[in-house]
């Protein structure tokens, strides 16, 4: 099985290229970002609870989001393997993720991090804004907040798996094609690796 966290900040491609990660592995895609999105466009109560975070460029709270992850991995099919994108984005969320594989019997084959300049995000993602209309991509405050709870409560999570020396830089300021081949060939050694020993 591989099984991927897909980190970076807001913009860095984590989307794009889990994408492309998962038609090319047959991986299952669990996004938490896309999870409220769905919520919210279904009008559930947790959308609404989560719209409500999502719109000042905050996390939503740990109990909500680990529950519907939990949810979602439960129901959800992983035969081959799964990609995080968007989760975990701090410590307490890191911790239950353990949790919830160890019950499984399941192990973190590699989080592979995607490295963008701010100002290249801060581009991007307004560029998204107009495309998609994402309400947090719009507004360049809420751009910059997002990107400020990333520095502060999302960054540890990186040294969290470089402990368990799991976790990898990845140039994210290529083009599409670029840094796909660039993960394909992390992932393709880590997974080689991983069977080998
Ligand atoms: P994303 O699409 O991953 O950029 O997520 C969009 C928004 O959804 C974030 O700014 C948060 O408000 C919320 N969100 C997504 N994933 C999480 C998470 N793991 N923990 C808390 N909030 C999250």
Redesign the pocket.
């Known amino acids: 099985m591989i099984n991927l966290i897909l980190f970076g900040p ?1 913009g860095s491609g ?2 794009t290229q889990a994408q492309r990660l998962v038609e090319k592995y047959d991986i299952a895609h669990w ?4 999870m ?2 769905f919520e919210l466009s279904n009008h559930t109560e947790l959308g609404q609870l ?1 719209k409500s ?2 719109d000042k ?6 109990e909500v ?1 680990i529950s519907m992850l939990k949810k979602r991995m439960e129901s959800g099919k992983a035969t081959n393997g799964f990609i995080l ?6 410590i307490v ?1 890191a911790q239950a993720l353990d949790a919830l594989l160890e019950e499984k019997n399941l192990k973190i084959t590699a989080l592979l991090s995607l490295e963008v300049d701010e100002e290249e995000l801060i581009n991007r993602l307004l560029n998204r804004g107009k495309v998609s209309g994402r309400a ?1 991509d719009i507004n360049e405050e809420i751009i910059r907040r ?1 990107l400020q ?1 990333y520095k502060e409560e999302t960054t540890p999570v990186y040294n969290y798996y470089a402990e368990k020396q799991l976790a990898v830089q990845v140039n994210g300021m290529g083009t599409i094609d670029e840094i796909f081949e660039e993960l394909c060939l992390l992932i393709d050694d880590r997974y080689t690796t991983q069977f080998v020993y």
Do not use: C, E, H, I
């Open positions: 807001p984590k989307g996004s938490t970002g896309d409220f999105r989560a975070y999502m460029g905050q996390l939503v709270p740990d989001t994108d968007g989760f975990p984005r701090n969320q947090d997002r709870v």
